[in-house]
């Protein structure tokens, strides 16, 4: 019969703990110590360096109100947890010893038999229950154990059957009950804590762990794969139309605060919610207009102040209460991820006009500029540091805004120079459709568009020269561009040429978007490869054709930074490739024209696999043989 014990110290229970916390603590140490350098690529003006300290106090905290991430703070306990439970085990005392007489006698294990009786008469006469007078802090049960375990040692090494008993089971006295070890402590098991334990079980268990599993599921059921709630997700869906204008796409987007936008408005913030409201029905009448009547028609508290909030930013209206500056923060940090669920269900629909606004959207917020349908003159001006509406400057190009800065003694005008040294202006050196291993491009071939892209600050020698040289290539160019339009339209099924800013109304999108980041400046000690190549795949129409595409390049940070480009792909019949050119034909594909799948393949006009030849021989040796043994039935058949 077993015998079980408990871990009275719970040594075997903090084994067990402290290795499951080292597998999972290293790991998530490892992946935040890790540390890259951050690089300052940015604007390096006065303003965004600020910006930058702000944003890196509001993360970091400060000493007194230090901000921890949940993964930081269980990071911290847990290796504290490790650290309590190591120095418990190094200084707990281990029970468990191997049964050794020699050292019970104070022997070694060389000494012989002769030597062993003599020590142990030694030993007899000194710790003897009789001789031995107890002392303080001794007892009379100590003292009797004490001279048994001795007896029982030197038994061990002198009586055969003993000492074959401890060669056998390791004990003196033979074979023990068997002894499992149970990494519990003793106190969990006990009948007088039975109560609490059950509770903490059914808490975690009943309690704790389905709380968790439905909050998960819930949760992920309330929100969509963009991180966004499914209320907001649907009137996305049912709001956005196709003809769509700036204001109604704003419109859209601010019921979605309605869902995703939580917060309680105290007596002393209602005042400074009210003010902004004015200050915005005063400085943009018709749009504040248009959020109005969405905002009326939810009639929630959260998405008016939500609402006020986002468009006192795009307006750069100061806002001075520090608690709806926290939750100015909180919404501007949230509309990106509202805007992209947007954007989403655009291109699901294959709505051009709305996904350029909807992309334009976030270089509006970006620069804190009121949104328009098309960017205007002063809003690029208005993106320059410390420029405001206000500032009644007569240049209108990013140059003339520097040097009419400096005629007039400005102080802003090293920090516009700074601004306009990282300006992201980008440039379209190239596109262009291609097929791996295609010299044309067939029905529903995978394509890859390739576009080269490549940024110039306004301010470059190449934007210059450019300038320079525009009267020559623009002939050029235009020559090219209408002979190219002639011939488009002349392919097309019009019997008119459509209007000019007509088509992207009537367009769709062909391809969804894609994200592309980290855009060289240029670059030109770089030679030949002055630009970044990025592609991105599609699969061509099914039949041959002219398609007109136009490729679009919205900045998501400078407002007015935009790129199109008219593209036209060709599609050509598989007929136009030459001979080692044309796929190769799969014969183990063909049916074998015996077959019945070859016989059916045959009668629908397709290839079939030719059986081997049949020597003229063969044939007469069969004829004979079938005559021979078949008779009169073989010459029927053969009729």
């Not at 019969?1 to 084994?15: I, K, P, V, W």
């Not at 190094?90 to 020590?119: C, Q, R, W």
């Not at 649907?234 to 601010?254: I, P």
């Not at 995978?446 to 600050?457: A, D, N, Q």
Request: aromatic share 8%.
């Amino acid at each position: 019969m077993a015998n079980y014990s408990y871990d009275e110290g719970g040594n075997m229970a903090a084994y067990f703990i402290i290795t499951f916390l080292a597998l999972i603590l290293i790991p998530l140490t490892l992946s935040i110590s890790t540390s890259h350098k951050k690089t300052l690529d940015g604007c390096q003006c006065s303003l965004c360096g600020e910006q930058r300290l702000r944003i890196a106090k509001r993360e970091k905290g400060s000493i007194f109100t230090p901000r921890f991430s949940a993964k930081t703070i269980f990071i911290i306990g847990g290796w504290a947890v490790f650290a309590f439970l190591s120095y418990k085990v190094a200084n707990a005392k281990m029970d468990n010893k191997v049964y050794d007489p020699f050292e019970i006698l104070g022997l070694s294990i060389s000494a012989t038999e002769k030597e062993i009786k003599s020590h142990y008469k030694k030993l007899s006469k000194i710790y003897h229950p009789d001789k031995v007078k107890a002392s303080v802090n001794q007892t009379i049960e100590e003292i009797q154990n004490k001279f048994v375990d001795l007896t029982k040692a030197y038994k061990s090494l002198t009586d055969e059957s003993i000492r074959e008993n401890l060669r056998k089971y390791g004990n003196p006295d033979g074979p023990q009950q068997t002894s499992v070890g149970i990494a519990l402590p003793k106190w969990i098991v006990e009948s007088k804590n039975n109560v609490w334990v059950l509770g903490v079980y059914g808490l975690i268990f009943g309690g704790a762990l389905p709380t968790l599993v439905g909050r998960w599921w819930f949760g992920s059921r309330q929100k969509t794969k963009d991180g966004v709630k499914t209320s907001s997700a649907a009137a996305f869906f049912k709001s956005l139309k196709e003809d769509s204008t700036m204001d109604d796409v704003v419109g859209t987007l601010g019921q979605a605060y309605k869902w995703e936008f939580r917060s309680k408005t105290k007596m002393e913030d209602a005042a400074e919610l009210n003010r902004l409201e004015k200050n915005i029905a005063l400085t943009a009448p018709k749009q504040w207009e248009t959020l109005r009547t969405v905002i009326d028609a939810g009639k929630n508290a959260n998405q008016r102040k939500a609402t006020i909030l986002l468009y006192a930013h795009l307006l750069r209206l100061n806002v001075e209460k520090p608690n709806l500056q926290k939750e100015q923060t909180r919404i501007l940090l949230q509309t990106p991820v509202l805007l992209n669920a947007l954007l989403n269900i655009s291109i699901s629909r294959n709505w051009l006009i709305p996904t350029i606004y909807v992309m334009r959207l976030h270089a509006y917020l970006a620069q804190a500029l009121l949104p328009r349908a098309s960017p205007a003159k002063q809003d690029r001006v208005s993106q320059l540091p410390g420029i405001t509406g206000e500032d009644t400057l007569k240049a209108d190009d990013l140059a003339g805004v520097v040097d009419e800065l400096e005629r007039n003694g400005d102080s802003r005008a090293e920090d516009v120079k700074k601004a306009i040294a990282r300006w992201g202006r980008l440039e379209l050196v190239d596109a262009a459709y291609k097929v791996i291993g295609e010299r044309i491009v067939v029905p529903s071939s995978i394509v890859y568009l390739t576009v080269k892209l490549r940024l110039v600050p306004p301010s470059s020698s190449s934007a210059v020269i450019a300038e320079k040289t525009s009267s020559v290539e623009e002939v050029k160019r235009s020559i090219k561009a209408n002979d190219q339009k002639d011939e488009e339209f002349l392919m097309g099924r019009n019997d008119a040429e459509p209007i000019e800013g007509e088509d992207d109304k009537n367009s769709r999108v062909v391809v969804p978007q894609m994200k592309i980041t980290n855009v060289p400046f240029s670059n030109p000690t770089a030679g030949d490869r002055n630009y970044r190549t990025y592609k991105l795949q599609f699969q061509a129409p099914q039949t041959p054709g002219m398609y007109t595409w136009k490729i679009y390049l919205v900045s998501d940070t400078f407002v007015g930074e935009e790129v199109s480009r008219n593209m036209t792909l060709k599609i050509d019949d598989v007929s136009a490739l030459n001979a080692d050119e044309q796929p190769s034909e799969d014969e183990i594909s063909d049916p074998d024209e015996d077959s019945l799948a070859g016989q059916m393949t045959a009668m629908r006009g397709g290839k079939v696999k030719k059986g081997a030849p049949r020597d003229e021989e063969s044939d007469e040796e069969s004829s004979t043989d079938d005559d021979q043994d078949s008779g009169d039935d073989s010459s029927s058949d053969s009729d």
